[in-house]
């Protein structure tokens, strides 16, 4: 067996049969729960346990990632959804016109996490519009994580549920 073979057989765009795209698919949902607004969580419930430093940290933090969130909204914000509506687009012309599982992968992985961005930078409005801060901060922050969650949720099963389609429906040789 020669490393060309090896290489393609580790990088397979069979994605839905691949380890790797479920390893990836993971650790994207668990990041993308446990990183509120660009604030790790266990720094949300240590303000809320501990108050005092914590609390001022962790206000800072919000403050400064809402900032930068809203900025870019701003300054970028037309030209990033006009891109983002495009590449999704032909991931899903090439995806499921064309049948391509590489395409359909990326984006039963993207179109979700753009779902989160959306709500994420709707959150961070919120909360500079209505100066948030304390205990309603803390349940503001919890409600994105939750929604976050279910949208992770259903993209994991609806991803899975494509997956074991694609895999039942595709010859044994590829």
């Not at 479920?22 to 266990?42: K, N, R, T």
Request: hydrophobic content about 50%; overall charge neutral; some cysteine.
């Amino acid at each position: 067996m020669d490393w060309h073979q090896t290489v393609f057989e580790l990088i397979d765009l069979r994605s839905f049969s691949n380890l790797w795209f479920w390893i990836a698919l993971a650790v994207m949902w668990s990041s993308a729960s446990h990183w509120v607004l660009g604030v790790p969580f266990d720094m949300v419930l240590r303000a809320k346990r501990n108050g005092g430093q914590s609390e001022i940290d962790l206000e800072d933090m919000v403050r400064i990632n809402t900032n930068r969130l809203l900025y870019v909204g701003r300054v970028s914000g037309l030209w990033l959804v006009g891109f983002t509506c495009f590449f999704l687009t032909g991931l899903v012309v090439l995806g499921f016109w064309y049948d391509n599982e590489f395409a359909q992968a990326v984006f039963l992985l993207m179109f979700p996490l753009s779902l989160v961005g959306l709500m994420s930078l709707s959150t961070a409005a919120r909360i500079q519009e209505e100066h948030i801060s304390g205990a309603l901060l803390y349940k503001r922050l919890a409600r994105h994580r939750v929604y976050t969650q279910v949208i992770g949720v259903v993209s994991i099963f609806v991803t899975s549920i494509w997956g074991m389609y694609q895999n039942f429906n595709t010859s044994p040789l590829g």
